[in-house]
């Protein structure tokens, strides 16, 4: 039986680097070898214990690679070609994926998140794809791995967050959170015709970044209350979407209190615990607020146009790669990233 490297998880606290067998592809399912992929904030939420999945998985859902095996009814593609899979991958086929929700697929919360939730994920040398034909994506001529790397989540979510708070041309948007996520939603306000885009964080390199992919303003919340500032450049009125990024009770809560009335939260952040919702912030539930979520949009058609922005040179995320590693450096990878060491903002991992 031939056998991979993998990053498993073992149990709260515990990533580690196992060997475990190459899978194979069943009807309707490829095989990717794995190039190159990446470490979300969601594994890190896996790996404290604060998302609950089987110890024995595969970690990761971001893979970049070559197809390595077809199974019977997936058509259109060679072995040996390069493609990219989004972190969700939709059927296509139920309900769900039918009436246009296809990061729900099946029918329950988050069911289209499979790599490294349900399945085996792609932080291994090996990934198996569930239907192939509905969530490979083939990489443009031209372009890098590392180009299309943060196309199947971090630029989907960040700019799905962008596209469910129904940004206009002309809007005011405040992005609370410049992380990997909140600066794609940055990019993201910028390419939906914002014209005034706040972004609030607290290290100076994620700032410098968040201007570099489109913010006209950024707010230090350790030297300003961002929602009073957001409130002085908007002459009191309020953003008229706000973008939590983080997933804490205190970010949700100043995206409710810097938003105008009737304006729009779209929430990106995944929350642990209790999340509780101000009174007086909500306008007692009388403010035409709209509070939406969204979970990262997948799908291979999702991710053509992701990578269509990526060719078109309209944006360029290769700069948030700040740290490369191999995957027997997994570890030591995932130490780095989840204390935010060393200004990291995501890693490549190259297996």
């Known amino acids: 039986m031939q056998t991979m490297n993998a990053a498993v998880f073992t149990g709260p606290g515990r990533i580690v680097l196992e060997r475990k067998p190459v899978p194979s592809a069943g009807p309707g399912e490829a095989v990717i070898k794995v190039t190159m992929t990446t470490i979300c904030g969601t594994d890190v939420h896996i790996l404290k214990g604060e998302y609950p999945v089987a110890p024995g998985l595969t970690v990761g859902h971001e893979p970049v690679g070559r197809i390595a095996e077809l199974g019977p009814g997936v058509t259109g593609y060679q072995v040996g070609q390069r493609v990219i899979v989004g972190a969700i991958t939709p059927c296509g086929q139920c309900h769900a994926c039918l009436d246009a929700h296809q990061a729900q697929c099946g029918g329950h919360a988050m069911g289209g998140w499979r790599f490294g939730n349900t399945i085996d994920g792609c932080q291994a040398e090996y990934v198996r794809v569930p239907f192939a034909m509905a969530n490979l994506a083939p990489i443009p001529d031209g372009l890098s791995d590392e180009q299309v790397l943060m196309c199947p989540d971090i630029m989907s979510t960040g700019f799905g967050g962008a596209e469910s708070g129904a940004i206009r041309i002309g809007d005011t948007v405040a992005i609370f959170a410049q992380g990997p996520i909140g600066l794609c939603a940055t990019a993201g306000a910028r390419l939906r015709g914002a014209s005034r885009i706040i972004a609030v964080d607290s290290v100076p390199k994620r700032l410098e970044m968040a201007r570099m992919l489109g913010a006209d303003h950024v707010i230090d919340f350790r030297t ?37 009335p009737g304006g729009t939260l779209s929430s990106l952040g995944v929350y642990s615990g209790k999340l509780g919702l101000p009174v007086d912030a909500f306008a007692a539930g009388l403010g035409d607020h709209k509070l939406i979520t969204t979970l990262c949009p997948g799908g291979k058609q999702r991710m053509r146009r992701l990578m269509n922005i990526v060719a078109s040179q309209r944006l360029d995320l290769r700069p948030l790669v700040t740290h490369r590693f191999r995957l027997d450096q997994i570890e030591e990878a995932y130490e780095l990233f989840a ?12 297996p």
């Open 224 to 260: 300003s209350d961002p929602v009073a500032e957001i409130l002085r450049l908007t002459e009191g009125e309020g953003a008229d979407v706000t973008i939590e990024a983080l997933g804490t009770q205190h970010t949700f809560e100043s995206c409710l209190r810097a938003l105008r």
């Open 339 to 350: 204390n935010q060491r060393d200004g990291v903002l995501k890693v490549a991992i190259i």
